[in-house]
């Protein structure tokens, strides 16, 4: 060992220095269409369907507010300003705005427009604002219904191209901050009371700023947390500076891994810190424990580090794997955040274990035992408490069985509770304009999630046909009497307008003609209109149309059950002979999540557990010790998923890799117990007597863990971020949980099985 801890040091010294430059190559990302399900149809269909239209999230809409209302000859002068400026901003294709709008108006000599706004004239806004409040086009789409805030949409260039084979994410982050910037550099030209953002571009960019917040702070915190707790273990300065320096190696080594791989950060970023501060202490706290028992039970340093590697070293290996496994079940999931998180997650978790194993046992080979640690009272209050655990086990074994069974109908009960119902709004961080403006939005106005139907025309049948019109102003007109459907509009508008032109711009003239002859003398005006200004409603040879809207964020199963419903009045009251209709756009495609999120979390639990018996069978080659590793452990994830239930917390992607990271590092104590025990019997101890010395010797390091995972992974309560929030205060939780499940149905299980 002594020959070779040198050139040791000297190789991670430079993979340090390789590290530290991978670490300035990380980039940050965050795009909704991160989180589509790949390999799904209703995606297929999505990505034609936008291939013949366009994207339902090219647009940004900017709220501008005038608290004494905004029919106000200044405000308006602002705002029309605003828009017309805004045009010439570079990635802005189109603007839309009630200061910019026009009817038509038909005179006995041609058709002409008159504004919706007079800005000229003040005199006239008190019958301009009666028109406007009563148009249902305008009123939660362009101005909220209190008439205190007006929209200006802008249309802009598409930041991801959905249809690429690689999509490149890291280029559309620096589109959406070069739109935000010039959109902010307008605004700050004027001096609007208040103004909200809400688009796919302000998203990304402010979404991005909060994971890059995420992970320095929850490193700095984790890094504190864990230097307190090295300190209150060891003492001396030498065994708390191995132990911060192998922990915080892992970390580096891990990021700069990913930035030398091209690894992009996403949403579920934050966690990789604690992750791996986490993991690593884990692994520290095991070999230095077991280093520190042989050098006072007399052993030399050499032979010291080598039982340690050879007896801790196994368990540890074997710790990681399992733990590596656990998350690598999340690549069954369709969702590509969740597969990377599993990929880097599994990858960091084996990183943490090299170093441990190679760098800090290097290191520790080099210290005595008054290096590493100052003896004291702890020990003997460490053996107090666990000598206490060791005969409650056995005089309390019925307490702990009824116990048992308690929690484990408590947890069939909250299981039965959990929903999937996602909301946009309980992925936000908290305190943040993006979140406000988001509320803002979602109260005022139309809200974000956009929703779109597609219709397809049958047989030979055409859209500007009369009959598929109307079926087309039927399920329109049935959609919008939903009052979660905003801002509504089809290729039915055209015809609704003109009508409404032929009957004096009068609001409750905004429907489709009649009749047919009526709607062919409409069709005539029509066809003057630029195809390029209907091509976003209907596609070139008319076969296919949309009816596009935004959604109330009412969560992913409310929609469903409306989506149910819609498509059973569909049935009945449309002519399906003539039409197909098909609900799409991004707000389905994250939707399905909520289906594959169920099926992956079963698929990938069953695929851990499954790979961990194997993994178990080849450590202990006995199907008792198999069934004893794998009982304690399932408690913890039944709590979990009990916690979702009974806290109202909605399963969704974030959540979701909560499970893996449960069972991936709650199988850890089991394992260094199971091991431990076995090492014993191994020695010719019977049952109660390994039992014994299991809890003496490894129930220390066991307990100290579990700690420190407690109090890590509490560390997340810090995020702004509810998802994050969520995932610490659940998994710290459960781990606390499967210790204790450890320590006290593993003896039970020994003493009943292994006989």
Not at 93 to 115: C, D, M, N
Not at 513 to 525: C, G, N, V
Not at 645 to 669: K, Q, T
């Amino acid at each position: 060992m002594r020959k070779y801890r040198l050139p040791v040091l000297i190789s991670f010294a430079f993979f340090f220095v390789a590290a530290v430059y991978g670490c300035f190559q990380l980039k940050f990302t965050f795009d909704f269409s991160q989180f589509f399900p790949r390999g799904d149809d209703d995606l297929a269909f999505f990505l034609e369907f936008v291939e013949e239209f366009e994207g339902d999230d090219n647009f940004l809409l900017v709220a501008l507010e005038n608290p004494d209302g905004v029919f106000d000859s200044t405000f308006l002068n602002q705002a029309h300003s605003f828009a017309l400026e805004a045009r010439e901003l570079e990635m802005i294709e189109g603007v839309q705005s009630l200061t910019t709008f026009s009817y038509p108006l038909k005179t006995p000599f041609a058709v002409t427009t008159i504004p919706a706004i007079h800005l000229n004239e003040p005199a006239r806004f008190a019958a301009d604002s009666a028109r406007i409040m009563a148009d249902e086009r305008f009123v939660n789409n362009l101005i909220n219904k209190d008439a205190t805030a007006l929209v200006v949409l802008l249309k802009t260039q598409s930041l991801i191209n959905l249809n690429a084979e690689d999509v490149d994410v890291a280029s559309s982050l620096d589109k959406a901050k070069a739109l935000m910037a010039s959109v902010q550099g307008l605004m700050d030209q004027y001096d609007f009371v208040d103004y909200h953002y809400l688009g796919a571009a302000n998203f990304q960019q402010e979404m991005v700023a909060t994971q890059v917040r995420e992970v320095v702070v929850s490193a700095l915190i984790s890094g504190v947390l864990v230097t307190i707790i090295m300190f209150l273990l060891f003492r001396r300065p030498l065994g708390i500076l191995v132990s911060l320096v192998s922990i915080a190696l892992g970390l580096v080594l891990f990021l700069g891994i990913l930035g030398l791989l091209g690894r992009e950060l996403n949403a579920i970023a934050a966690l990789y810190p604690v992750l791996m501060i986490i993991v690593g202490t884990s692994d520290v706290i095991h070999i230095m424990s077991k280093y520190i028992d042989e050098l006072r039970a007399g052993k030399d340093k050499e032979t010291a580090i080598r039982i340690t590697i050879k007896e801790i070293g196994l368990a540890t290996l074997l710790t990681s794997l399992t733990t590596a496994v656990g998350f690598a079940t999340l690549l069954t999931s369709r969702v590509d955040p969740i597969r990377d998180f599993g990929i880097n997650a599994a990858l960091g978790v084996l990183v943490a274990f090299v170093t441990v194993i190679l760098f800090t046992t290097s290191l520790l080979s080099y210290l005595s035992v008054d290096q590493i640690v100052k003896i004291g009272r702890q020990q003997a209050f460490w053996d107090r408490l666990l000598e206490r655990s060791y005969q409650f086990t056995r005089v309390s074994a019925q307490k702990i069985k009824i116990g048992a069974v308690v929690v484990a109908i408590l947890c069939a009960v909250g299981i039965s509770m959990v929903t999937t119902n996602y909301r946009i709004e309980s992925a936000l961080p908290r305190g943040k304009k993006i979140t406000a403006d988001f509320l803002f939005f979602e109260r005022e106005l139309s809200g974000f999630r956009p929703f779109e139907m597609a219709i397809t025309a049958k047989d030979s049948a055409k859209i500007t046909d009369f009959e598929v019109m109307t079926q087309i102003g039927k399920i329109e007109d049935y959609i919008k009497q939903f009052p979660q459907v905003q801002s509504t509009a089809s290729i039915t508008t055209v015809y609704r307008s003109i009508n409404q032109m032929f009957n004096n711009n009068r609001p409750d003239a905004y429907d489709l003609p009649e009749d047919e002859a009526t709607y062919r003398k409409y069709q005539r005006l029509a066809k003057q209109i630029p195809p390029g200004n209907l091509n976003v409603l209907m596609n070139e040879d008319r076969t296919k149309a949309r009816i596009t809207s935004r959604f109330g964020d009412l969560g992913a199963d409310s929609v469903k059950v409306f989506m149910d419903r819609t498509y059973a009045w569909i049935n009945t009251n449309v002519d399906t002979s003539l039409v197909d209709v098909r609900a799409t756009g991004t707000g389905v495609i994250i939707d399905k999540n909520a289906e594959y999120i169920r099926r992956n979390l079963l698929q990938g639990l069953g695929l851990a557990i499954l790979i961990v018996c194997v993994l178990m069978g080849f450590l202990f080659k006995s199907w008792k010790m198999l069934l004893i590793s794998l009982v304690p452990n399932l408690l913890p994830l039944l709590l979990a998923g009990a916690m979702l239930g009974f806290l109202g917390i909605e399963l969704e992607a974030g959540v979701s890799i909560v499970f893996a990271i449960i069972f991936g590092i709650a199988v850890d104590d089991t394992i260094h117990f199971l091991a431990k025990y076995r090492l014993a019997r191994g020695r010719g101890m019977g049952v109660e007597e390994a039992i014994h010395l299991t809890f003496k010797e490894a129930g220390k390091a066991i307990v100290l863990t579990s700690i420190v995972l407690f109090f890590g992974f509490l560390v997340m309560l810090f995020s702004i971020n509810p998802p994050s929030v969520t995932i610490g205060l659940l998994i710290s939780l459960t781990l606390a949980s499967a210790v204790v499940s450890d320590l006290l149905l593993i003896p039970l299980l020994l003493r009943w099985l292994d006989k």
